[in-house]
Every structure is written in C-alpha cells, then in structure tokens.
C-alpha cells in the first residue's frame, strides 16, 4: 500500500537553512505536498510540487523532487523562530491523501 | 468564509459512551475527510466522502461510523466508545474533480477527544 516516511525531528539554529526530508512509496501520485501545523491548530498547505516537476522555488521555500529515487525535500532558507512547527510531506492517491508522521522542526534562537 | 468547522473542539467521555463529531463546511467542496492524529504516527485516514450520500473506509475505519447527508456536513460517529480512540480528530475538505484542481486539503481546528 501507499506509505510515506519523514524523520521526526530537525533542530537549526536561526538563520540557518532547514532541510526535511520524504520518502513515498506510491509512482503514479500526480501531486505532493508540504503541509505545516502549528500548536493547536489544524494543518495548512505550505506548497506543493506537480509530480512532472523536479524544483519548485517559492520565496524561502524550495522544494525538489527526484521520481526515481521516489524522495522529496523541502528546504526553507533562513529559519526563523516563527518556523517552528510540524511539516508534513503527503501524496495524492486518487480520492485520498496520504500523510507522513510529520517532522517537528525546533529553531533555536 | 468560515472554511472547515468542527465541533465540539474538547470531549472527554467515558468507556462505552457515544458521541458523534460535527463537521461543516462552507465551500461548496465535493470530497470531506475524517481523520485521527496520533503522536508519532502522523494523519490516519478513518472515513470519506466522495459526495452527498456516499461514504467510504479509509485506512483505520473500525469503531468508527460516518454519514453525508448533507453535502457541506460530514459526521463522525463513535458507537462505543474505547481508550484507544483518545486521539486529536481532524476533518477535512477538497474541491472535488477537475484540471485546476490541486487536491489542497482544508482542514478544520481538530477535536480533542479523550475516553477515559
């Protein structure tokens, strides 16, 4: 079945770049996706990637992806206190989204 | 727009009680979602809806029951409910079919629920 893997967690210093990392396991996922929860709330969409692509630069946010390797990666340049959240990698199966556990990233200051 | 709504935010309930969780949303979305958060374990799919009067099973379906009769609602049932349901449920909502659609999830704030 679909399984999508994440570390959990990544501590940076602020003002450095943050790296996370994905694994997917499902070839025909048209999108993916970078999902961000802060404290008490629900998850936001923070970018996404068309499966056809292998970059996608969005302000600090770049995000890459190789299909062979079937591995995704969302790098934020700059941390900033205000990061410090859950990202979430996810691929779209169909009708369902699949999410991995989330990586908590920790920014010291 | 108040987007994806879920109430009640906190219950706490006893083995064996029931209870059922209310979603609503105000997008005109087609596909609506329950899922559970669970520490270490990420989003696991319960329930979904692919439109009004339809429902499926997702990845962690049992103890579980859901209904759309109303296209902008989406409830979640608990029948009776067991310690291993206390978890942070979250719904969820997308457009539906079609070239411009990205598959963005809405999701609501979460519902804590605790089964003592």
């Known amino acids: 079945g679909e399984d999508v893997e994440q570390s959990l967690f990544l501590s940076v210093r602020e003002g450095d770049s943050s790296v996370i990392n994905c694994t997917y396991t499902d070839s025909s996922s048209t999108y993916l996706y970078w999902y961000k929860q802060e404290p008490g709330a629900g998850l936001q969409l923070l970018t996404y990637?068309?499966?056809?692509?292998d970059m996608k630069q969005d302000q600090r946010l770049t995000v890459l992806l190789n299909k062979k390797d079937k591995h995704l990666s969302l790098r934020i340049a700059d941390t900033q206190t205000g990061d410090s959240a859950i990202y979430f990698c996810a691929e779209s199966t169909g009708f369902k989204t699949i999410f991995g556990a989330g990586t908590r990233l920790f920014v010291k200051a | 727009n108040a987007g994806v709504t879920q109430t009640p935010k906190f219950r706490v309930l006893k083995t064996g009680q029931s209870m059922t969780l209310l979603c609503a949303q105000d997008?005109?979305?087609?596909?609506m979602y329950w899922y559970r958060q669970d520490p270490g374990m990420g989003l696991r799919l319960i329930h979904y809806?692919?439109?009004?009067?339809?429902?499926a099973k997702g990845e962690v379906p049992d103890g579980y029951n859901v209904s759309r009769l109303k296209k902008q609602n989406f409830l979640l049932g608990l029948e009776s409910a067991a310690p291993s349901q206390t978890s942070v449920y979250f719904c969820a909502s997308i457009m539906g079919g079609g070239a411009t659609n990205t598959g963005e999830l809405f999701f609501g704030e979460g519902s804590r629920l605790t089964v003592l």
């Open positions: 990637i068309f499966s056809n692509m």
């Open positions: 809806s692919v439109g009004e009067g339809t429902t």
């Open positions: 997008m005109n979305h087609e596909y």
